[in-house]
């Protein structure tokens, strides 16, 4: 990422220099703009790995995938989708929302004892300023959640994903200081804007396959028709095609 970010000094520096003595304006604003495309591409698109490092699916031979679910906790939902996960036999990563999680240590605790993983989704998930915060906060987003997001006798969590996929430019140094590594995702549910479980589930099994980091959802700003429901059809569906959730290992993800 530091090698990316001295490419784009250079090239602005190079931009700045054509323009002052003349050569071509015209070249210059490109040659000047084209790397801020470069930055926001990688910022925005969830799966793009050139300014933080990110992994959208994991190395397996098996028949496997990887179930994230993100935003909780929620005292509806949490408990259902646990007991969801029992009955299919399934492990899933919950990317939770640190200030959520300090409200619901008890729903934490559960998670962990359960054999889940729980996931850093940033203190507070600003989804909206995230990509331009400061690095201070982005400090205080990693931070401050550590805490709640440790379950009694647990380790910190290894896995971070940003709020709604966007990175900062910040972000990967915060990261490798603290242990965690970014984690995308490679089948998107859409169960956020949907209303129709069914339309979920089909869209995600259509997708799997093994290898894949799967995106659902938990929490109130889901459709009430799709909130838990979607999790059912979908390890119902994954189930018949064969496809175990389980949490990679570290080594998994190269
Ligand atoms: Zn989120």
Request: charged share 20%; net charge positive.
């Given at each position: 990422?530091?090698?990316?970010?001295?490419?784009?000094?250079?090239?602005?520096?190079?931009?700045?220099?054509?323009?002052?003595?003349?050569?071509?304006?015209?070249?210059?604003?490109?040659?000047?703009?084209?790397?801020?495309?470069?930055?926001?591409?990688?910022?925005?698109?969830?799966?793009?790995?050139?300014?933080?490092?990110?992994?959208?699916?994991?190395?397996?031979?098996?028949?496997?995938?990887?179930?994230?679910?993100?935003?909780?906790?929620?005292?509806?939902?949490?408990?259902?989708?646990?007991?969801?996960?029992?009955?299919?036999?399934?492990?899933?990563?919950?990317?939770?929302?640190?200030?959520?999680?300090?409200?619901?240590?008890?729903?934490?605790?559960?998670?962990?004892?359960?054999?889940?993983?729980?996931?850093?989704?940033?203190?507070?998930?600003?989804?909206?300023?995230?990509?331009c915060s400061t690095p201070a906060q982005v400090k205080?987003?990693?931070?401050?959640?550590?805490?709640?997001?440790?379950?009694?006798?647990?380790?910190?969590?290894?896995?971070?994903?940003?709020?709604?996929?966007?990175?900062n430019?910040w972000?990967?140094?915060?990261?490798?200081?603290?242990?965690?590594?970014?984690?995308?995702?490679?089948?998107?549910?859409?169960?956020?804007?949907?209303?129709?479980?069914?339309?979920?589930?089909?869209?995600?099994?259509?997708?799997?396959?093994?290898?894949?980091?799967?995106?659902?959802?938990?929490?109130?700003?889901?459709?009430?028709?799709?909130?838990?429901?979607?999790?059912?059809?979908?390890?119902?569906?994954?189930?018949?095609?064969?496809?175990?959730?389980?949490?990679?290992?570290?080594?998994?993800?190269?």
């Open positions: 990422m530091r090698f990316s970010l001295l490419c784009i000094v250079i090239i602005k520096i190079a931009a700045l220099i054509l323009g002052l003595i003349g050569v071509s304006m015209g070249w210059a604003l490109v040659l000047f703009f084209v790397p801020d495309l470069w930055v926001l591409y990688h910022l925005f698109m969830p799966g793009a790995s050139g300014l933080v490092r990110t992994f959208t699916r994991f190395q397996t031979d098996r028949p496997e995938v990887w179930l994230t679910i993100d935003d909780g906790p929620d005292e509806h939902d949490t408990p259902r989708i646990l007991d969801l996960l029992d009955q299919h036999g399934a492990r899933a990563t919950f990317f939770l929302v640190g200030e959520r999680a300090a409200r619901h240590p008890a729903l934490v605790a559960e998670i962990a004892r359960r054999g889940h993983e729980i996931g850093h989704h940033t203190h507070t998930h600003p989804a909206g300023t995230f990509w205080r987003q990693l931070d401050a959640a550590t805490g709640p997001l440790t379950p009694p006798g647990g380790v910190p969590p290894r896995c971070f994903r940003p709020p709604v996929g966007i990175k430019i972000l990967q140094c915060a990261l490798v200081a603290r242990g965690l590594i970014c984690v995308s995702w490679n089948v998107r549910s859409g169960d956020s804007f949907a209303r129709d479980p069914q339309k979920v589930a089909e869209h995600v099994l259509r997708l799997a396959k093994p290898g894949s980091i799967l995106l659902l959802h938990e929490g109130a700003p889901l459709h009430d028709a799709v909130r838990v429901t979607a999790i059912a059809q979908v390890l119902a569906g994954l189930d018949a095609r064969g496809l175990r959730c389980v949490i990679p290992a570290d080594a998994q993800l190269r």
